[in-house]
């Protein structure tokens, strides 16, 4: 995952997901102890890189799960 350009923080999420199913901004936040802009831009970054995938509606319904690889 290094090799994709991600931060410790962005890794831990990513094994957090695999274990867990999910992750919300607000779990994010504090898990890691970041502000809620450090952690939307963190997860965007997951997304457009195509590892986490955004789903859900409104501020609270939205979590982040795993996508599908393609490869």
């Known amino acids: 995952m290094r ?3 991600l931060n410790d923080r962005q890794i831990r999420a990513v094994l957090y997901v695999k274990e867990k199913g999910k992750i919300t901004n607000k779990e994010y936040q ?18 457009e ?13 939205i979590k982040y799960v795993i996508q599908m690889m393609q490869k």
């Open 3 to 5: 090799e994709l350009g």
């Open 30 to 47: 504090e898990l890691f102890k970041v502000s809620r802009i450090t952690a939307t831009r963190d997860l965007s970054e997951l997304v």
């Open 49 to 61: 890189k195509g590892i986490l995938m955004r789903v859900g509606r409104g501020k609270r319904g």
